[in-house]
């Protein structure tokens, strides 16, 4: 059960674009479409992002955007905002019938 | 509104135990598969444990195993975690929350657990 591999810090500029990586193995992320991405702010608890890879939930802006390629899933951020500053894990469904996170990446909104 | 409300963290010594709560409300609970996910100071989520809607089934990440059993009492609508044989290493921030088809979709907003002598 080791944890997905997430950097651990991005940053951009209001307006630009930052991609946030995850990856796992083909026993997680590879082996299933069952990734999801979370947003937490300080002291507060994680909200969901987006899930099953690339949707997302009613209220989520569509600037947000997940994807995933073999053993990685990726999440998209355009139209940075300073409201965006947070840190961002990604989840995913194991073959042992277990979940695993990322170790968390810290957005920072330059 | 649906929501989750974490109880029962607190300071406990080395080798002690403790019994987490988390009460849900506005959703149909014996439906929906929950979680435990903790988070240590300063790091990332942790997935703990997770049970069915009808209790049927659990599953427990390797670290806590043996030591930590979840339950439910879907009459009360609420989750539990018994923790046991605590070490220093669990002391974190432990959420509940709901699965819904695969991924969690809603969390409480915590509670404190810390170990020490």
């Known amino acids: 059960q080791s944890a997905l591999t997430q950097p651990a810090s991005v940053s951009g500029s209001p307006g630009q674009s930052i991609t946030i990586s995850c990856t796992g193995t083909?026993?997680?992320?590879?082996?299933?479409?069952?990734v999801s991405w979370y947003q937490q702010h300080p002291g507060k608890a994680p909200k969901l992002l987006v899930y099953?890879?690339?949707n997302r939930p009613s209220g989520v802006p569509d600037r947000f955007s997940g994807s995933k390629s073999g053993n990685t899933a990726s999440l998209t951020i355009s139209g940075l905002q300073a409201e965006d500053e947070a840190d961002y894990c990604c989840?995913?469904?194991?073959?042992?019938?277990?979940?695993?996170f990322g170790g968390g990446t810290k957005l920072t909104v330059l | 509104e649906v929501q989750l409300v974490e109880s029962g963290g607190g300071i406990v010594q080395p080798g002690g135990s403790l019994r987490l709560s988390c009460a849900a409300s506005?959703?149909?609970?014996?439906?929906?598969?929950m979680h435990w996910v903790r988070q240590a100071p300063g790091k990332g989520l942790v997935w703990v444990s997770c049970?069915?809607?009808?209790?049927?089934?659990?599953r427990y990440a390797d670290s806590v195993k043996g030591r930590f059993t979840i339950s439910r009492d879907n009459a009360k609508n609420t989750l539990y975690l018994q923790m046991n044989s605590l070490r220093a290493e669990d002391t974190a921030v432990y959420y509940c929350?709901?699965?819904?088809?695969?991924?969690?979709?809603?969390w409480g907003q915590g509670t404190t657990v810390t170990v020490s002598s």
């Open positions: 083909s026993s997680d992320i590879g082996g299933y479409n069952y």
């Open positions: 929350s709901r699965d819904t088809v695969m991924h969690m979709d809603v």
């Open positions: 506005g959703f149909a609970f014996s439906s929906y598969w």
């Open positions: 099953d890879v690339s």
């Open positions: 989840s995913a469904y194991t073959s042992s019938s277990t979940w695993v």
């Open positions: 049970m069915s809607g009808d209790g049927s089934n659990r």
